[in-house]
T-cell receptor, first 114, second 114 residues
């Protein structure tokens, strides 16, 4: 079945450093991926997405890389700030049922140290 | 621009009572999704609805749980005869159409069962 997993449960970085959060997926037919940020007590907030016809997509301070060969994607946050502290999830809408069922990984807790 | 609105934010019920969770999608969105999140875990898909129709309920427990999205009013997730294991955060997301991504999330309802 489909699964989306995170490599590390917790990532600690110094303020100003770059952060890299990794995610592996198992379904080679998956063609769309989303990164969400979830702060304590809140719902997931969309950060950036990428389709399988792309290897890289950049946003404001964030970059997502997709390696379809090894079924891996990563979220890079430049100049990490205290406000970036949150749990980050990669999500896959899947290909069954029209791709509406988001499958989330367990998440990576990003802690920014001052 | 109101986002996805969920209420109540916190709900406490005793075992055996009924819990009703409400979700108003973003303006212009007619597709609603419900997810459940246990502590320290990612979100798990429960059900996908359009106005007056259940499209995919493959993540819903077979008993005690039901969902609706009437022609008028919010979507309702109903849990009958609640048990301690129902304690979780329940999130609602909405999208403009079946393939439109990403889904936008509300801040959830925290359900606690005494």
């Amino acid at each position: 079945g489909e699964s989306v997993g995170l490599h590390l449960p917790t990532l600690s970085v110094q303020e100003g450093d770059n952060s890299i959060i990794n995610c592996a997926y198992s379904n080679s037919a998956s063609d769309y991926f989303i990164w969400y940020k979830q702060e304590s007590g809140k719902g997931p907030q969309f950060i950036i997405d990428i389709r399988s016809n792309m290897d890289k997509r950049q946003g404001q301070r964030v970059t997502v890389l997709l390696n379809k060969t090894v079924k891996h994607l990563s979220l890079q946050i430049a100049a990490t700030q205290p406000g970036d502290s949150a749990v980050y999830f990669c999500a896959d809408p899947g290909v069954t049922g029209g791709g509406n069922k988001l499958t989330f990984g367990t998440g990576t807790q990003l802690k920014v140290e001052l | 621009n109101a986002g996805v609105m969920q209420n109540p934010r916190h709900l406490v019920r005793r075992r055996g009572q009924e819990a009703r969770l409400r979700c108003s999608p973003m303006k212009g969105h007619s597709h609603v999704y419900w997810y459940r999140q246990l502590p320290e875990e990612g979100l798990k898909f429960m059900v996908y609805l359009q106005k007056e129709n259940i499209i995919d309920e493959s993540g819903m427990p077979k008993e005690r749980f039901s969902a609706e999205f009437p022609k008028e009013g919010p979507s309702i997730l109903r849990i009958q005869q609640v048990v301690r294991g129902d304690s979780a955060a329940y999130f609602c997301a909405s999208s403009a159409d079946r393939v439109s991504q990403p889904q936008h999330f509300g801040d959830g309802t925290r359900l606690s069962i005494l």
